[in-house]
């Protein structure tokens, strides 16, 4: 027979391995974009922690990582903005991009 005290004390003991899988490697996650995608993470008027890729041809931005909108034509401007969000019509590619390999 289960009791309630014996429950607690199982679901206690898988509590430490729970929360070591969840938070395992967060810091090693990053989200990955296409540097001709018209996303914010490829915008010069995004303010978040990015990186170029080896090969200029991907963004590479940790995970959750969110940024502000610069842009003051967009929506956006002034507020969070995540990484994958669009609005492509004041979209201008990031500096980094358009200078990699010259």
Known sequence: MITRRSLIRRIAGFLPALAASLCAGRDGHAATFSATDRRCATCDFWRG????????????????????????????????????????????????ITSFGN
């Not at 931005?61 to 507020?79: A, I, Y």
């Open 49 to 96: 922690k990015r990186k170029l890729s080896a090969d200029g041809k991907r963004i590479i931005v940790p995970d959750d990582e969110r940024g502000f909108c610069t842009n003051g034509q967009s929506p956006l401007s002034g507020k969070v903005a995540f990484p994958g969000q669009v609005y492509p019509d004041g979209h201008k590619t990031w500096r980094q």
